[in-house]
Structure formats: C-alpha cells, structure tokens
C-alpha cells in the first residue's frame, strides 16, 4: 500500500476515537442527573480541545494514489484517475458531465 495511504487511515481512526469521545462527553454534559460540578469539567475538556481535531476538517484523500488534491468527494478519486479509469471502461455509466 502506499504510504500515504497508510497515515490518512492512522490519521482518521485517531479522529474517529476523538468523535466518539466528544460524543460521550456531549452526552455527559447535557444529562441533568449529574452534578454542576461534573458538568462544568466536562464542558472544560470539551473547550481544550481544538477545532481542527474534529474529522470533518480532515482532507480527502485518493484511494488509488494517496494524494488529497483535486479528490472528488463521491468516488475518492482525483480527477487524473478518473479520466484514466474512463477510458479503459473501468467505470461504468459516467460521463463527462458527470464528474
């Protein structure tokens, strides 16, 4: 695999376990059960963490060659690959409009 490839997948699943825990502490925070205390620790550790964090500022990144310029969000394909893919008609049902 190339070793781009490898990093983003290292990358994503280290931001994927940060969203669970966001999650958990989200969940935490709102519950009117738990004391003020509780609550306001929570919402202390939810503001230390950085926006930037959060899996939604992630790139996008080609699933063929690594790379997280020009991808198209619907195949995860740069757009060089999916012109090269077209031609050999190994992507059925596109055209160029599509894309």
């Known amino acids: 695999m190339n070793n ?9 699943m280290h931001f994927l376990k940060n969203e669970y825990k966001r999650l958990l ?11 003020p205390i509780v609550q306001s620790f929570i919402r202390y550790k939810l ?3 950085k926006i930037k964090t959060r899996i939604s500022f ?3 990144t ?3 060659l ?3 310029r020009s991808v198209y969000p619907k195949l995860n394909l740069k757009r ?3 012109k090269k893919m077209n031609k ?6 596109l055209s160029m409009g599509k894309w």
Do not use: F, P
């Open 4 to 12: 781009n490839i490898v990093k983003d997948y290292k990358l994503k």
């Open 25 to 35: 502490y989200k969940s935490i925070m709102h519950n009117e059960t738990n004391k």
């Open 47 to 49: 503001a230390s963490w």
């Open 58 to 60: 992630q790139k996008r």
């Open 62 to 64: 080609c699933i063929v």
């Open 66 to 68: 690594g790379k997280n």
């Open 80 to 82: 060089h690959t999916i």
């Open 88 to 93: 050999t008609c190994l992507i059925t049902g």
